[in-house]
């Protein structure tokens, strides 16, 4: 299973920035569309950004315009540029493939993300 470790979450005022990145374990991780998932308290998690191997971009309404993904395929990494940032955005964030299966991967441990002056 492709095993994931994010990185860079961490307090910040709102219009502040902050960059994740996540790196992968395994082969796959080239050959996948990946994508940053977010998950605040009491709410489901939900995908906000994906990336295709190609370099293919989309984003919820919710970030577009403020957030960015890319990819590192050489480094196993995947990173989100986020922007603009809103107390809403404060959340767990979690990287994964897109689509999520249990058979190819799990859930890493996540980066929070807390907005707030």
């Known amino acids: 299973q492709v095993q994931l470790v994010e990185s860079g979450g961490g307090l910040v005022q709102p219009g502040g920035s902050l960059r994740l990145s996540c790196t992968a374990s395994g082969s796959i991780f080239s050959i996948s569309t990946m994508g940053w998932y977010r998950q605040a308290p009491g709410k489901q998690r939900e995908l906000v950004a994906r990336?295709?191997?190609?370099?293919?971009?989309n984003y919820a309404d919710s970030v577009k315009g403020r957030f960015t993904i890319s990819r590192d395929n050489a480094k196993n990494t995947v990173y989100l540029q986020m922007n603009s940032l809103k107390p809403e955005d404060t959340a767990v964030y979690y990287c994964?493939?897109?689509?999520?299966?249990?058979?190819?991967?799990?859930w890493g441990q996540g980066t929070q993300v807390t907005v707030s002056s």
């Open positions: 990336i295709s191997t190609g370099g293919m971009t």
């Open positions: 994964n493939l897109v689509p999520f299966s249990v058979y190819v991967s799990q």
